[in-house]
């Protein structure tokens, strides 16, 4: 494609040319989906993830500023997405490898596994009860490990309104979480008295 048909298309793109939108899917979303596989993808995983950034390129059409050439937008696109993935997978492969080192069953008696659990019920209920918006925010740094930046780009806010949300969020989860916390330490020592 020669630069000025992808300038043309970016221009229909965003006026929100239903066709051209169709065009670009069809240029490239097979090439995209070798690309995704490259960062060690499977291929059913490449699809979904490029999927994915057609859906965003759609949604956001008519606020969508392109910095180079459509081409370059659209593997940009998908590269930051592996690395978001990749990103967040490993989080996620550490998270479950630490708490699955913190819940060593073995070693817990049924006390100890009932109060585990409360806790950890009593925190994801306390998230819930967050404002939606404070609640992906609060989702995105904790348990997909995104930093503030990278979460603000990705939602289009603030750098600092992400860093105020996060505070919320702790602050609320304080306020739910030490009162059970307190009468669980009065209850233990109480059982060790």
Not at 33 to 58: G, M, N, P, R, W
Not at 61 to 76: G, I, P, T, V
């Amino acid at each position: 494609m020669s630069n000025q048909q992808d300038v043309a298309l970016q221009q229909r793109l965003s006026r929100g040319d239903e066709t051209a939108f169709q065009e670009t899917f069809e240029l490239y979303f097979k090439v995209l989906v070798l690309f995704a596989t490259k960062f060690s993808l499977d291929k059913e995983a490449a699809e979904d993830l490029v999927q994915d950034v057609f859906v965003k390129l759609y949604e956001q059409r008519d606020r969508l500023q392109f910095h180079s050439s459509l081409k370059a937008f659209l593997y940009q696109s998908v590269r930051n997405r592996c690395i978001d993935l990749i990103r967040s997978t490993k989080t996620r492969e550490k998270h479950h490898v630490e708490i699955k080192a913190d819940t060593d069953v073995e070693g817990l008696n049924s006390e100890e596994l009932m109060l585990q659990s409360e806790l950890q019920e009593k925190i994801y209920y306390s998230i819930k009860q967050l404002p939606e918006q404070c609640q992906l925010i609060f989702k995105m740094n904790r348990f997909e490990g995104k930093k503030n930046q990278e979460i603000a780009d990705e939602l289009n806010i603030s750098k600092r309104t992400v860093e105020t949300q996060i505070s919320k969020a702790l602050k609320r989860l304080r306020e739910d979480i030490y009162p059970y916390l307190k009468a669980v330490l009065l209850a233990v020592s109480f059982w060790i008295s």
